[in-house]
């Protein structure tokens, strides 16, 4: 299986860049053992996709955090994500899933997309969900932060064991605008030909090739992107603390142990009596 992997491309003679990636392994890792219905996978492979494509468009080192929430079955939905293609997600359903579409799965709500960088002030940017699409309010976020013309393209494959997601990505460059408004649209209509097997099976060239290979699309080196939960006992003692050492003992001597489970990974952290009282101690 190759890798989880995210390319950057530009063009000789356009004013316009672009990215694809393509996940397997990672999303896998991400619904493994939550028994999501299948458009909740649909929807999170969307998002881990969105989210690995705006992490590298943004240019930061730091966090990133790319949320949908709302009134409908699926309360919340959020994935996270660094500068260096780290991943983790969720989603939390408060109802029955009777659709796939994403007003049919988040109701009335709005994206959230949260940035904390290493060095300077953390920033949010809300987005109400009024598209059809996850991908048509992405472009709707760009249009309103950036001022730049974006085209996204997704494709998932949910209904086997074996979840796949990737996604290609359009930016004019904020050079000549009217030429590269033209060198975009050339390229739009290029990018409307791609079908959902070419994202999902073909490598990243081949892909390229068959879509642009008048246009001589130059790829950058790749990046991996890998599932990484981020949790562990130290955080977990840590969480702990906060409670107190009264309250977990009296949760111990009621269930004979403390048992903190991470959302993410599913992960037990497993506390006894013993434990809570060398955590104090």
């Known amino acids: 299986m190759q890798p989880d992997l995210l ?11 672009g990215e694809l990636v393509q996940i397997s392994q990672t999303f896998n890792d991400i619904v493994a053992g939550h028994d999501y219905p299948e458009p909740v996978k649909h929807l999170l492979g969307e998002l881990l996709v969105a989210t690995s494509l705006l992490t590298a468009t943004l240019k930061f080192e730091g966090d990133i955090a790319v949320q949908l929430q709302g009134d409908g079955p699926v309360k919340y939905a959020v994935i996270n994500g660094d500068h260096q293609q780290n991943m983790r997600g969720i989603a939390r359903m ?7 579409r994403i007003s049919d799965l988040i109701g009335h709500g709005h994206m959230v997309i949260t940035i904390t960088p290493v060095k300077g002030e953390r920033y949010q940017g809300i987005v109400p969900l009024t598209k059809e699409t996850l991908a048509e309010c992405i472009e709707d976020y760009f249009t309103q932060s ?8 997704f494709a998932t494959q949910t209904a086997t ?6 996604g290609l990505f359009l930016q004019v460059l904020p ?33 390229l090739t068959r879509l642009y290979h008048e246009d001589n699309p130059q790829l950058f080196e790749p990046q991996e992107i890998n599932f990484v939960c981020g949790c562990s006992r130290d955080k977990t003692i840590a969480a702990l603390v906060n409670v107190g050492q009264e309250a977990l003992l009296e949760d111990v001597q009621a269930q004979g142990e403390v048992v903190i489970s991470c959302h993410y990974c599913l992960t037990d952290y497993r506390f006894n009596e013993q ?7």
Do not use: C, M
């Open 7 to 17: 390319h950057r491309y530009i063009f000789d003679e356009l004013d316009v860049r």
């Open 94 to 100: 408060q109802s029955e899933v009777t659709g796939s």
């Open 146 to 153: 950036e001022q730049l013309t974006t085209r996204l393209w």
């Open 161 to 166: 064991d074996n979840v796949k997601a990737a």
């Open 175 to 207: 050079v000549n605008k009217e030429k590269s408004q033209q060198d975009f649209t050339h390229l739009e209509a290029l990018s409307h030909t791609v079908k959902d097997e070419e994202l999902l099976e073909l490598d990243a060239q081949t892909v």
């Open 275 to 281: 434990d809570i009282r060398n955590i104090f101690n």
